[in-house]
């Protein structure tokens, strides 16, 4: 019998290699985009959350719950089939950015929050009380001291990131789960291939995990 | 560091186990004292046939939303190899699959066969056996009707829909190349995604065999008349089960000869 693992469904992978590659360079690039984008909503709306004023903080509360308590799959479902119908086609790797941008957004949006609102509020009133404006006393005082907090979790967000990703494969997104999929289906040669790509996954997110590790020993340490 | 070693010790011990797997010797080959294959006498013993079918193809396999029952061209056939191996074509299980988990299920034994739109082709053949084919049909193209294309000569530059069990992608690949136009693919996991990027306009055209894509004719859409590289389908069984092969191939050409595979075509309206 042939087994799932044959050699020879090895060496048609290791010939076929560039295929892989090329989908480890969009997942690269996928993730490197989206995880800008939910760093910069997540610190946007993590500080809207801690704001004294009562728009901001339904704003807030409103973005993070609807985008917790619905599937990632079918908020890119939606980017990629249902704005077209709305006369809104955006290009396939924007879907992926944005879809996985604004739903690891709103995770990183609640860590920012939780860090912000760690730092005792004696520090934002001794900043106001010199002088300080909010944004001023924000941006001095207590982001720096929020981030030393945050930093462990945020680094498991992106590893979470990263392997969210992979919902790029439902909408052709060309990315590694795609490629694997793809590929795979093409001959049935689905046992190296998932296997490589699952390895491929595990050396992009492991350095990440040791580095939230390692963050968080140095701050127990620190503390 | 003493956990990078786990590590390793770890992706060792997967890939020796895979290794393992794959050098493991024939079994099942090999025949009992009253001369049925031990594969089939497998199947007996058991007392039901299982089998892998689509149930998202209309009228090959298909599992009707309101009775949720599974009928079509390839469920007779299986009811026929389910009386042929045990004398009644009720002893039946089926199991939807799909172009990602008809080969997996095939390899773990959780089904006995695919009869499932499955294509022959050379590569395919090195993993499983097959039958000589039950039914050939070529590839064609569902497009919008508000799009305006007469054939595949106007798709230059378009983007095609195709499913990821991709025969069809290289015969549009090839065909193109002959008419010498541009076409890029965007491949999917089931054809409801692919109708549904038809819908939004993500890709021009939805192409898999003729078939297929009688099932998804809608009022906004149209088959080109293209059709295309002969798809022939044939059951998959697992390699190694070498009696079963025989048995499901001998029976695929009694049918044939009988006219009984004409006629279920034609039942089916297929011709």
Same mark, same amino acid.
């Given at each position: ?31 490197? @985009?989206?995880?800008? @984008? ?186 | ?20 797997? $794959? ?14 294959? +031990? ?23 298909? *599992? ?15 009811? #026929? ?18 172009? +990602? ?46 799009? $305006? ?6 798709? #230059? ?22 008419? $010498? ?13 692919? +109708? ?44 190694? #089960?070498? $009696? ?8 695929? #050409?009694? +049918? *044939? ?5 004409? *006629? ?8």
């Amino acid at each position: 019998m042939v087994g799932p693992f044959a050699w020879f469904k090895w060496q048609a992978l290791f010939r076929d290699w560039r295929v892989f590659a090329d989908g480890l360079g969009h997942t690269v690039l996928a993730s490197i @985009l989206a995880l800008a @984008l939910a760093l910069a909503l997540g610190i946007l709306f993590g500080m809207m959350g801690t704001t004294h004023e009562k728009v901001f903080r339904v704003i807030n509360r409103i973005y993070v719950e609807f985008i917790q308590n619905t599937p990632l799959v079918i908020q890119v479902f939606f980017l990629y089939n249902g704005l077209p119908h709305l006369g809104l086609m955006l290009p396939v790797l924007s879907v992926g950015v944005l879809g996985v941008g604004i739903y690891h957004g709103a995770y990183i949006a609640e860590v920012v929050r939780a860090g912000i609102e760690s730092v005792h509020r004696g520090q934002m009133e001794a900043a106001l009380s010199q002088g300080f404006a909010f944004r001023q006393a924000m941006r001095h005082i207590i982001l720096p001291q929020a981030a030393r907090v945050v930093l462990p979790p945020l680094t498991n967000q992106a590893v979470n990131l990263i392997k969210n990703t992979s919902v790029l494969a439902m909408i052709a997104g060309g990315d590694l789960m795609y490629h694997a999929d793809s590929w795979s289906a093409d001959n049935i040669y689905y046992g190296p291939a998932y296997v490589t790509v699952g390895l491929l996954y595990l050396a992009l997110c492991f350095p990440l995990a040791r580095l939230a590790r390692y963050l968080e020993r140095k701050m127990e340490v620190g503390a | 560091m003493k956990k990078l070693g786990v590590l390793v010790a770890g992706m060792l011990l997967v890939s020796s186990l895979a290794t393992g797997c $794959g050098s493991a010797t024939p079994s099942g080959a090999g025949t009992v004292a009253s001369g049925i294959a +031990k594969d089939v006498q497998a199947i007996k013993d058991r007392g039901v046939l299982k089998v892998g079918v689509k149930v998202d193809v209309p009228k090959f396999g298909y *599992k009707d939303p309101q009775t949720g029952k599974i009928d079509g061209f390839e469920i007779d056939l299986a009811r #026929n190899m389910a009386k042929k191996i045990l004398g009644d074509p009720t002893k039946l299980e089926l199991s939807a699959v799909t172009a +990602k988990t008809r080969g997996p299920l095939l390899d773990s034994g959780d089904v006995d066969m695919d009869i499932s739109t499955f294509t022959v082709t050379d590569e395919r053949k090195k993993s499983y056996n097959f039958s000589d084919p039950y039914f050939t049909d070529g590839v064609g193209l569902l497009v919008k009707k508000e799009a $305006g294309y007469q054939s595949l000569k106007d798709l #230059n530059g378009k983007k095609v829909g195709v499913a990821q069990s991709s025969t069809s992608k290289q015969a549009v690949q090839a065909q193109a190349k002959n008419l $010498g136009v541009q076409v890029s693919f965007q491949e999917f996991a089931t054809y409801p995604e692919i +109708k549904a990027a038809l819908d939004s306009g993500r890709v021009d055209a939805f192409s898999v065999d003729r078939s297929i894509l009688f099932g998804y004719l809608d009022n906004s859409t149209e088959i080109l008349p293209d059709k295309f590289s002969p798809q022939e389908y044939g059951i998959a069984t697992k390699k190694g #089960n070498d $009696g079963l092969a025989k048995l499901v191939n001998d029976t695929v #050409n009694e +049918k *044939k000869t009988s006219g009984e595979l004409d *006629k279920l075509i034609k039942k089916w309206g297929l011709d």
